[in-house]
Every structure is written in structure tokens, then in C-alpha cells.
């Protein structure tokens, strides 16, 4: 059964600062990883989905690594701001009795202080 | 812009009453998902369907029953809401069941509380 884990659930740092959030998966047969950010109280926003094939991707001061063999992922934000606080969630792609489905980490909590 | 968007954001409701939460999406997507969030616990797949008037079992659909009777709606009833059915409901969808295609996008969530 995959299991996804993302450590540390929270995280504390000053603005400007740059940080990397991590997720491991137990199974590395993944169709694909995705990055989403949620505000309290909100629904959940995609930030970046990189394919099994794919190493990374970027969309500005975001980018997204995988390691599909070793079972890891990382999101590098970069020069953090107050208006990145937010948890983070990450979720990997797998196939389940015929359809793909997504299993969830259960977040990190990142406050970026002014 | 992929838009979803669900019926109410907060719903309070009395043990053993239906409900209903709606989900809309505009993007002509093929799959709709519902899930539950609850501290600890993180989201949990409750039931998805594939097309029109087909659905899945999710992870926990014990409580629950689902209706997609048109392509953009997707309709989650709690036949008979139970205290422990109190949680955030997210909906989701996704253009189809291609690896390359299925980026899910959610809705703003739908805070039910059973009193």
C-alpha cells in the first residue's frame, strides 16, 4: 500500500529565506507527482505535477524535483515570502483497481515571518 | 482557467438528515472526485466517477452515495448525516484518465458540521 510522508510538518523561517519542503513514497510505481498549496479554511491549489518521466519543473520561484527510484520529492521555494504561508501538500498518482487515484501526504505548514 | 466550484462553503446540519453537496466544474473535464479532510488524517478519497452516471468506491464510502447524472455536476448525499461525518469536503477534477492528463483541480470546500 503507498504510503507518502511529508516531513517536517511545519516550518518556521524569516522572509527572503530560501527552503526546500520534502515527500517520500513507499512505491515508486508512480504515474506522477503532484505539489499543492492550501490555505486554512480553503480548498487546495496545484502548484506543479511532474510525470513518473519527468526529473523537475519550475513555475517561477517554485521547482519541483523527483527521484522516482529512491521514493523522493523536494519543492525548492526560493527568496520565501510572507504570502507563502500556507501548508503544502504533496501527492503521488497510482493505479487502483483499474483507475488512478491520488494518495495525499499530510502536509507541511510553512509560516514565512516579515 | 479550470474553475470547480461547490455549493456552499460552510453547512450545518442535524443528525439523520440527507444532504447534499454539489460540485460544478467548467472545463469539460471527465473525472469528478470527492473527498473528506480531517486533521491527522489528511484527504481521503470517498467516491470519483469516470464519465456520466458511472462511479467508483473511494477509500471510505461507507455513509455515502454520489450522483453524476451530467458531465460537469457531481453530486455527493449523506444519506442519513452521522456526527462523525463533520469535516471539510473537498471536490476535485481531472480531464481524463490519460497519466499525462490527470492534474487534479479542486474546489474551495464545503465545511459540514452534524450537530
Known amino acids: 500500500k503507498q504510503e507518502v510522508t511529508q516531513i517536517p510538518a511545519a516550518l518556521s523561517v524569516p522572509e527572503g529565506e530560501n527552503l526546500v519542503l520534502n515527500c517520500s513514497f513507499t512505491?515508486?510505481?508512480?504515474?506522477?507527482l503532484q505539489w499543492f498549496r492550501q490555505d486554512p479554511g480553503k480548498g487546495l491549489t496545484s502548484l506543479l505535477l511532474?510525470?513518473?518521466?519527468?526529473r523537475e519543473q519550475t513555475s517561477g520561484r517554485l521547482n519541483a524535483s523527483l527521484d522516482k527510484s529512491s521514493g523522493r520529492s523536494t519543492l525548492y521555494i526560493a527568496a520565501s515570502q510572507p504570502g507563502d504561508s500556507a501548508t503544502y501538500l504533496c501527492?503521488?498518482?497510482?493505479?487502483?483497481?483499474?483507475?488512478?487515484?491520488?494518495?495525499f501526504g499530510t502536509g507541511t505548514r510553512l509560516l514565512v515571518s516579515p | 482557467d479550470v474553475k470547480v466550484t461547490q455549493s456552499s462553503r460552510y453547512l450545518v446540519k442535524r443528525t439523520g438528515e440527507k444532504v447534499f453537496l454539489e460540485c460544478v466544474q467548467d472545463?469539460?473535464?471527465?473525472?469528478m472526485f470527492w473527498y473528506r479532510q480531517d486533521p491527522g488524517l489528511g484527504l481521503r478519497l470517498i467516491y470519483f466517477?469516470?464519465?456520466?452516471?458511472?462511479?467508483e468506491k473511494g477509500d471510505i464510502p461507507e455513509g455515502y452515495s454520489v450522483s453524476r447524472e451530467k458531465k460537469e455536476r457531481f453530486s455527493l448525499i449523506l444519506e442519513s448525516a452521522s456526527t462523525n461525518q463533520t469535516s471539510m469536503y473537498l471536490c476535485a477534477s481531472s480531464p481524463d484518465r490519460s497519466p499525462s492528463h490527470n492534474e487534479q483541480f479542486f474546489g474551495p470546500g464545503t465545511r459540514l458540521t452534524v450537530l
Open positions: 511532474i510525470q513518473s518521466s519527468q
Open positions: 472545463m469539460d473535464h471527465e473525472n
Open positions: 512505491d515508486s510505481a508512480i504515474y506522477n
Open positions: 501527492a503521488v498518482s497510482v493505479m487502483n483497481t483499474g483507475f488512478q487515484k491520488l494518495v
Open positions: 466517477s469516470y464519465d456520466v452516471k458511472m462511479k
